[in-house]
């Protein structure tokens, strides 16, 4: 008998479900609000400008492919942790911060996971409810036990963060807790500043482990004002993870661009630190592919291609947010009696929309519009061509 006879049929990824199912629609009025990417206004997945003029000039170099150290790419590195902690950063110059490229920020969790284990094999790990369905996957593949904290509460379609705040503070100490450093997924529920700082305050308290999951920077407010979380817990004196991912805010998604960021008690900590994460790292996959992290690196280190960067970032981030905005008025002036204000009040791509399965079930079958069955929409897939479809789809459906 076959060695694989006794191989069972894992499940679907049910986002990856969707597009298969998506793609297999005939309708050509479909349109796909399951999968977390940005789409322009003409559909697409941009290819920025700052990374095509960044590619040009590495084409043209054609610079020699050695292996990369089992870190990356050290210029890169550096350009992540001044994004995460801003280019004065204390903890920059005191040494304090231990970063390497990771692929994408699926890799940069995976890594930090599987060092976190060796550190704390007996730990729980704490995600929010919900979160990104792969945080369970991840840590628990790396032999974690993964529970919940609460986070979203349906009533609001904000944060009970009552709720949260009084769990958090019931764990025990040396516990990982995962927190969504800007624009939750799949809620796009996020705390206030003030929240955050009674976070930082619990995981003091009670020590835990923080572990910030940034991969949406620059979708909500900007660069620098996402960056709040990180900036509260980098000025706590505490030690806490970050895991960066570049492939929305670069549009680099198949190139796997992320960062792992350690910041440890100081300088000797960050040697020893970085020494062990290399073990990690070696058994893994050895080192990072070259070629995103050089992008990235040589868009980040040009004043000039970063600003073409922030710029175009900042174009997806308006965008996104007139679709949000055109997605309530058009609601409303349907004559929706449900208040659909709070989708304006969620940040970064995604919408809990508070729709049921059924209601997501009937949008795909009678409308060709595919979301997730949570009710989770992306709001980067509308444009001006499919926004008032898609509202008369939703206004039949709630009615
Ligand atoms: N973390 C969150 C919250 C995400 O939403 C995603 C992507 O959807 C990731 C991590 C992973 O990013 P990457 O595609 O860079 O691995």
Not at 50 to 68: F, I, S, T
Not at 116 to 127: E, F, T
Not at 311 to 323: N, S
Request: glycine share 8%; with cysteine.
């Amino acid at each position: 008998t076959s060695i694989f006879a006794g191989v069972a049929l894992a499940p679907r990824d049910p986002i990856l479900g969707l597009n298969e199912a998506y793609n297999a629609d005939a309708r050509a009025t479909k349109v796909n609000l399951g999968v977390g990417v940005y789409f322009d206004e003409n559909g697409k997945i941009p290819l920025l400008s700052a990374v095509k003029v960044a590619e040009k000039a590495r084409l043209e170099a054609m610079p020699p492919r050695g292996y990369q150290a089992i870190e990356g790419n050290a210029q890169y590195n550096q350009a992540v942790q001044k994004l995460l902690l801003g280019a004065d950063s204390e903890l920059l110059a005191a040494g304090r911060v231990v970063t390497a490229q990771a692929l994408g920020g699926t890799g940069a969790l995976k890594i930090g996971a599987d060092f976190l284990k060796g550190l704390k094999a007996d730990a729980k790990v704490y995600i929010s409810d919900p979160s990104w369905e792969n945080h369970r996957a991840l840590f628990e593949a790396a032999g974690f036990v993964v529970e919940n904290y609460p986070y979203y509460d349906a009533e609001t379609r904000g944060v009970n963060f009552a709720a949260m705040k009084a769990f958090l503070l019931g764990l025990a100490p040396g516990s990982v807790i995962v927190l969504h450093a800007c624009c939750h997924n799949p809620t796009g529920a996020d705390m206030s500043d003030a929240q955050w700082a009674e976070v930082v305050e619990v995981c003091r308290e009670r020590a835990l482990v923080p572990f910030l999951d940034m991969a949406y920077q620059g979708f909500a407010e900007g660069i620098e004002p996402d960056a709040v979380a990180v900036r509260l817990f980098s000025a706590s004196g505490l030690q806490f993870f970050v895991s960066s991912s570049f492939s929305k805010s670069f549009s680099l998604y198949g190139e796997r661009v992320g960062a792992l960021s350690i910041i440890t008690a100081d300088k000797d900590e960050s040697a020893r630190v970085l020494s062990q994460l290399k073990r990690v790292i070696r058994t893994n996959y050895s080192n990072p592919p070259i070629h995103g992290g050089a992008v990235v690196a040589a868009v980040l280190s040009s004043p000039e291609l970063r600003q073409m960067w922030e710029d175009e970032l900042g174009g997806m981030r308006v965008r996104i947010r007139a679709m949000r905005e055109g997605l309530v008025s058009a609601l409303k002036s349907k004559g929706v009696a449900q208040d659909f204000s709070f989708v304006t009040a969620q940040r970064g791509m995604f919408s809990y929309t508070g729709l049921s399965a059924a209601q997501v079930e009937v949008l795909r079958a009678d409308y060709g519009i595919y979301a997730v069955s949570t009710g989770r929409i992306c709001l980067a897939a509308l444009n001006q061509n499919n926004l008032a479809y898609v509202a008369d789809a939703i206004a039949e459906v709630v009615k």
